[in-house]
C-alpha cells in the first residue's frame, strides 16, 4: 500500500540474485531450476520467491487437467518424489449443448491436440504448495504475505529489484499501531510471475513498451466450483468440455467438468471477456450453466466445496509481449503463455520458468546484472513454447469474428492443417481486434437478461459462494480497487453503459446504489475481493485499477 505524507522510516533492503514475484508454476519451477543449476556447478545462489498470497498456493485456481510435459523437464522422477498428480485422464467428451439437450462432438473429428490423452487432472493449487516444498528443500527462501507494490530501478532505467507494500495504513491514509514499512529485494534479475494482467507486470509492459507492434491482449474469466458428489455418479478420469448454451452464439466461453481425487468434480465456466452485452453476468452463465439437464444429475445430492474465480490469458501467440526488459522478465500467464482451445497454461509456465532461470544463471555465472536476458525469449519464441502456441494462433481470432458454431468449425479446420502441416498451417495468422475493454455496446442498444434466482442447493447467489473462498482483506487499508474518476464511472460505465461492473465482477465487489431523488453511488466492497482482475480489464473506460492489497489478503483457496 502507498503511504501519503512523509515517510516514517526508511525500507530495509536486502540483497540476493535472483527475487521472483509470484509463488504459482511459473514461479516456483524458475526457483527450483535455479537452484538446480547451482548445485550442479556448485555455487551458491540467492534465490528468495515473494507471494502475495497468505501462503503457497492459496491464489491458485485452474480448472485443472496438466500436460506433464512442464513437470517432466523440471522434476523427471516427480513421481517417486510423491507430486500430488495422482489421477489420469481416460475419457474425453466434448459437447455442444442446446437449452434442453446436447450434441456429443465424435472425438475422431477433435485436431489430435485436443486430446488429454497422457494428461492428468489435478488441484494446481495442491500441486503449487508440493513445488514450494521442493523449493524450500533446495535452499530457496520464499515469502508469504508479502505483495509487491512497486519495481526498484536504477540510474540507467533498468530493473534492479522490487519493494513490498507496505502494512498496517488505515483507510485515511495514515500509518495505524500495527504499521510495518515494506522492504525493499534487490536482485541481479527480477523474474515477474505474477499470473494474468498482474499489477507489476502491467506497468512493466508500459513502462517498457513490451507490448508495441503486438495484438492486444484477450483474456477470459474463469469461474470454478469444487464439488464433492456421491460415490455413484464419479468416474475418476473422466474430462468434459462444452460450448453453447447458456451462452449465445456470439458470446465466446464454454465449461468443464473434471472427476478426479475421491468424489471430487471440478465444474468451471469460462467467458469470454470481449462480450459486447453489457447485461451479461458471467457468473450468472456459470450458475445457470449447472441447472443444464446432462449436468445437474452430477451434482444432484453433492455438496459445494469450495468456489473462486480468475482471469485467463487468451491472446495467445499474438499477444505475447517483448518478454526480457533491462533486468528482468516475464513469465507464465504475466507473459500470455496459454493455450486456449486446451485450456492449459501450466505446462507452459513450468517450461517458461525453466527457461528463465537458465538464461539467469548462464548471465550470472558470466558475472552479468541488470541487463536483458535475451537468451530467455529466444529460448521461449524458438522452443516447445511456440511450437504449442503457434499451432491454435487463430482458433480464438476465429471465434471472435464469426462466433462459436461457425468459429469452432474453422478454428477446427485451421488446427487441423498445423497438425498434418507442422509449422506451416495455411500460413497466416489472424489479427486480434479491439481489447476487451473496447467491446461493450451502449446498453440502449443491448437486451437485459434475467438470470433465475438461486436455489441455495445447486445455484447460489455470489457473496454465499465467496464465503466458500476463504476470502479476506484487513478491513482499516485504504481500498486496493482505485476509481480514478467518479464522474466517469456514472456519466459512463453507469449511464451509458448501466453500471456492468455489478455484473461482471465474481465476488460481488462493486455496486450501483440507486436511492430516489438521489444520485446513484458507486460502492465498492474491497473485502469480497477474489483478486480476480476483471475489473481492471473490462472497465469500459479503463477508470478503475486493481492494486495489491496488503499481503495475505484475498482467497485462501483450499483443493483449487
Not at 76 to 89: F, H, I, M, N, Y
Amino acid at each position: 500500500m502507498a503511504l501519503d505524507g512523509p515517510l516514517p522510516e526508511p525500507r530495509e533492503a536486502m540483497e540476493c540474485d535472483v527475487v521472483i514475484v509470484g509463488a504459482g508454476p511459473a514461479g516456483l519451477a524458475t526457483a527450483i531450476r535455479l537452484k538446480q543449476l547451482a548445485a550442479s556447478a556448485g555455487r551458491e545462489l540467492s534465490v528468495i520467491v515473494l507471494e502475495k498470497g497468505s501462503e503457497v498456493g492459496a491464489h491458485v485456481l485452474s480448472g485443472a487437467v496438466i500436460d506433464p510435459i512442464g513437470l517432466d523437464t523440471l522434476i523427471p522422477d516427480w513421481r517417486e518424489k510423491g507430486a500430488p498428480v495422482k489421477t489420469p485422464v481416460v475419457e474425453d467428451r466434448f459437447y455442444y449443448l442446446g437449452p434442453s439437450g446436447a450434441i456429443r462432438i465424435p472425438n475422431l473429428m477433435m485436431p489430435p491436440l485436443m486430446s488429454n490423452h497422457g494428461s492428468f487432472i489435478v488441484s494446481l493449487g495442491d500441486l503449487a504448495r508440493w513445488l514450494g516444498e521442493q523449493a524450500t528443500e533446495l535452499g530457496v527462501d520464499i515469502y508469504p504475505e508479502f505483495a509487491v507494490s512497486e519495481a526498484l530501478f536504477g540510474d540507467d532505467g533498468a530493473v534492479i529489484g522490487v519493494a513490498t507494500g507496505d502494512k498496517g495504513i488505515g483507510k485515511n491514509g495514515a500509518p495505524g499501531d500495527r504499521f510495518q514499512r515494506g522492504i525493499e529485494l534487490r536482485a541481479k534479475y527480477t523474474v515477474v510471475a505474477e499470473g494474468a494482467r498482474g499489477s507489476l507486470a502491467k506497468t512493466l509492459i508500459a513502462r517498457y513498451g513490451l507490448d508495441k507492434g503486438r495484438d492486444p491482449q484477450k483474456y477470459g474469466l474463469g469461474l470454478k466450483e469444487l464439488w464433492e458428489v456421491q460415490p455413484q455418479k464419479h468416474r475418476p478420469g473422466l474430462v468434459q468440455h462444452t460450448l453453447g448454451w447458456p451462452l449465445d452464439n456470439r458470446t465466446g466461453g464454454g465449461s468443464f467438468l473434471y472427476h478426479y481425487g475421491r468424489s471430487l468434480v471440478s465444474v468451471g465456466f469460462v467467458v469470454y471477456l470481449n462480450y459486447t452485452n453489457p447485461y451479461i453476468s458471467p457468473y450468472g452463465e456459470f450458475q445457470r450453466f449447472k441447472t443444464h439437464p446432462m449436468i445437474r444429475d452430477t451434482f444432484e445430492g453433492g455438496r459445494r466445496i469450495s468456489y473462486g474465480g480468475r482471469a485467463l490469458s487468451e491472446g495467445g501467440w499474438q499477444s505475447i509481449p517483448q518478454l526480457a526488459f533491462p533486468g528482468g522478465v516475464l513469465v507464465g500467464c504475466a507473459a500470455g503463455f496459454m493455450n486456449v482451445p486446451r485450456i492449459k497454461g501450466s505446462h507452459n509456465a513450468m517450461l517458461s520458468g525453466i527457461h528463465a532461470a537458465e538464461a539467469a544463471f548462464a548471465a550470472i555465472a558470466a558475472d552479468r546484472s541488470h541487463d536483458s536476458l535475451d537468451a530467455y525469449a529466444r529460448a521461449v519464441l524458438e522452443g516447445p513454447i511456440a511450437r504449442d502456441l503457434r499451432r491454435v494462433r487463430n482458433v480464438k481470432p476465429y471465434l471472435s469474428r464469426f462466433g462459436t458454431v461457425l468459429g469452432t468449425m474453422l478454428s477446427g479446420i485451421d488446427m487441423w492443417a498445423n497438425t498434418l502441416l507442422p509449422g506451416i498451417g495455411f500460413g497466416y495468422t489472424l489479427k486480434h481486434s479491439k481489447p476487451d475493454h473496447a467491446t461493450l455496446v451502449k446498453a440502449r442498444r443491448a437486451q437485459p437478461i434475467d438470470y433465475p434466482k438461486p436455489d441455495n442447493v445447486l445455484t447460489f447467489d455470489r457473496l454465499t459462494n465467496v464465503s466458500f473462498s476463504g476470502t479476506n482483506h484487513e478491513e482499516d487499508q485504504p481500498s486496493h480497487l482505485k476509481v480514478a474518476d467518479l464522474e466517469l464511472q456514472l456519466d459512463s460505465e453507469h449511464d451509458v453503459f448501466a453500471g456492468p461492473s455489478a455484473r461482471y465482477c465474481p465476488a460481488g465487489v462493486y455496486e450501483w446504489i440507486e436511492e430516489e431523488g438521489k444520485i446513484p453511488r458507486f460502492v465498492i466492497n474491497a473485502q469480497n475481493c477474489v483478486h480476480c482482475k476483471t475489473c481492471d480489464i473490462k472497465d469500459p473506460n479503463q477508470n478503475i485499477t486493481w492494486a495489491v492489497p496488503e499481503g495475505g489478503g484475498g482467497p485462501n483457496y483450499s483443493g483449487m
